[in-house]
């Protein structure tokens, strides 16, 4: 579900056109995050998508399916302290959702709408450590996922990557 969301989000032109793929940090790749005193204003925004909160609902599943919900989180690192670009990025990534449907084209595995549950703002959040005086806007987004799983995957240890497994 991680590249899913990935995909989602590049694959919507507006989302991409403010972004370039060196400020993407994909967790599922491997790809080490930059370290902050690393990072000069031109590398942002950046955008990281992370793993939140994971719940099994093992008091109602039933003798074919449970189901779970994986929380990912977007994280937003501006170039300053402006709040517009941040924003922006926001917008594109609700429109970007929008754009596919509540499902993210994964009918049959995500059960519920797709929801962002949370955003929130921190310019206090980044700091250069360099310098000690270089702030940046940090926003948090919240992308709530409900899926339904086979029993039998959960056992066997298989999860499903896409539609195309149920």
């Not at 972004?19 to 080490?32: E, V, Y």
Request: with cysteine; net charge neutral; hydrophobic share 40%.
């Amino acid at each position: 579900m991680h590249a899913r969301i990935w995909s989602v989000l590049t694959g919507f032109t507006p989302w991409m056109n403010v972004m370039k793929a060196g400020r993407l940090i994909r967790f599922d790749q491997g790809i080490p995050f930059p370290e902050r005193s690393n990072t000069a204003p031109a590398d942002h925004p950046l955008v990281t998508l992370m793993q939140g909160r994971f719940s099994p609902d093992l008091a109602n599943f039933d003798a074919q399916t449970v189901k779970l919900t994986q929380d990912y989180k977007l994280a937003v690192v501006g170039r300053d302290l402006s709040v517009v670009p941040v924003n922006v990025i926001k917008w594109y990534t609700v429109g970007a959702i929008v754009n596919v449907g509540p499902y993210l084209g994964e009918y049959g595995l995500i059960h519920e709408p797709v929801t962002i549950i949370d955003g929130t703002d921190d310019i206090r959040a980044h700091r250069d450590d360099a310098n000690g005086q270089e702030k940046r806007c940090v926003t948090m987004l919240t992308i709530r996922v409900p899926m339904i799983v086979r029993n039998a995957d959960v056992i066997a240890g298989t999860f499903p990557t896409t539609q195309t497994n149920y």
